[in-house]
């Protein structure tokens, strides 16, 4: 029996068990009363020598991602995801540093990335956009022996010791079906706006769609956007492109700005006739996804992705545990009938 085994039987963190173990900080009655159960019931004894090296030792984690405004805050989800498993392996004497660069400005990536390779952090935690980018950098942490986790997306020739996240075809070809579900039968073709187009699993996406629609005879056009222009999708492009395809019967975005594309629709004829589908559920989408604005929204689990991709390099580098290589995170999907308040 192990801390994590035990955490995963009593429903709690795995930092919670070592504070009923160990005696200290704030635990509540029942929780208390329902770990230390597990523990009498398979007689667990906590390793000494493991104890001993955690209060000798200090393990520095580092995440490396865009800042948490960008993508319409989508970063400040997963961050906050980090930042609940920082907490949580805190007590056992590791420290989390978040460094956030500008997903747009090479040159705040090149600063912060050679910042932390003179830092050599025990693990890292990465999702890796901008791959022309993350190659050269992982690379480098590669050298120097520093595990890392991949989180949000892929880069299929890197090793990673784990990948976690959605399978990006099953999700661009799951909003065709969804798409075909409100719209009945579709005649008229589809937009696909292809939104941080260089990016491996936005591509992907983007794949699994038109394959759905290949498969069901609906035509697409697709508008790829480059991270190269230096900022993130717009309500002008979006509306440059509807204007430019009147015809079509609705519209998937690639990523998180499919309320941009509701924003536009004010200035155009077609207005809710359009069927809006995009990605995760980020404050504005699930505002206008409550409003019936937005069709469907699927979910990555931003917060989920990064507390879990803390917890695995927690599991490696000091349990010495062995982690899964891939960890695929469920495609949740929002209408306006689920959406959490």
């Not at 989508?74 to 660069?101: D, F, K, M, N």
């Not at 038109?210 to 222009?229: G, L, T």
């Amino acid at each position: 029996m192990t801390v994590k085994e035990i955490a995963g039987l009593a429903g709690v963190s795995i930092g919670t068990v070592d504070r009923v173990i160990h005696r200290r900080g704030r635990v509540s009655p029942a929780t208390l009363a329902r770990v230390q159960k597990i523990i009498d019931q398979y007689e667990f004894t906590p390793n000494p020598l493991a104890g001993g090296l955690k209060r000798n030792r200090a393990y520095r984690f580092a995440a490396l991602l865009p800042k948490r405004n960008q993508d319409a805050g989508y970063w400040g989800q997963a961050i906050q995801g980090i930042l609940e498993g920082a907490g949580e392996v805190a007590p056992l004497g590791v420290e989390t540093e978040i460094c956030e660069y500008d997903r747009y400005n090479p040159q705040e990536f090149q600063i912060l990335s050679d910042a932390i390779l003179k830092k050599k952090p025990d693990g890292l935690i990465v999702p890796p956009i901008r791959p022309e980018k993350i190659r050269v950098f992982i690379n480098k942490i590669q050298d120097l022996g520093i595990p890392y986790v991949f989180f949000d997306a892929d880069i299929p020739d890197m090793n990673p010791l784990c990948r976690i996240g959605q399978d990006p075809v099953k999700g661009g070809y799951l909003a065709g079906r969804l798409m075909r579900l409100f719209a009945g039968t579709i005649t008229k073709p589809v937009g696909i706006l292809d939104a941080h187009g260089e990016d491996y699993h936005i591509t992907q996406r983007r794949d699994g769609f038109v394959r759905y629609a290949r498969e069901y005879n609906f035509p697409v056009i697709v508008k790829e956007y480059s991270d190269f222009r230096g900022t993130e999708i717009s309500k002008t492009e979006i509306l440059l492109f509807l204007k430019e395809n009147t015809g079509i019967a609705g519209l998937f975005i690639t990523n998180c700005m499919i309320h941009r594309a509701s924003a536009a629709l004010k200035f155009c004829a077609a207005r809710r006739e359009l069927l809006l589908v995009g990605y995760d559920l980020i404050p504005e989408n699930k505002r206008l996804l409550k409003d019936g604005l937005i069709d469907a929204i699927i979910s990555q689990r931003s917060a989920e992705q990064g507390r879990e991709a803390l917890r695995y390099l927690y599991q490696f580098v000091v349990l010495k545990q062995h982690v899964p290589p891939k960890v695929e995170i469920p495609l949740d999907v929002y209408i306006r009938e689920n959406v959490p308040d």
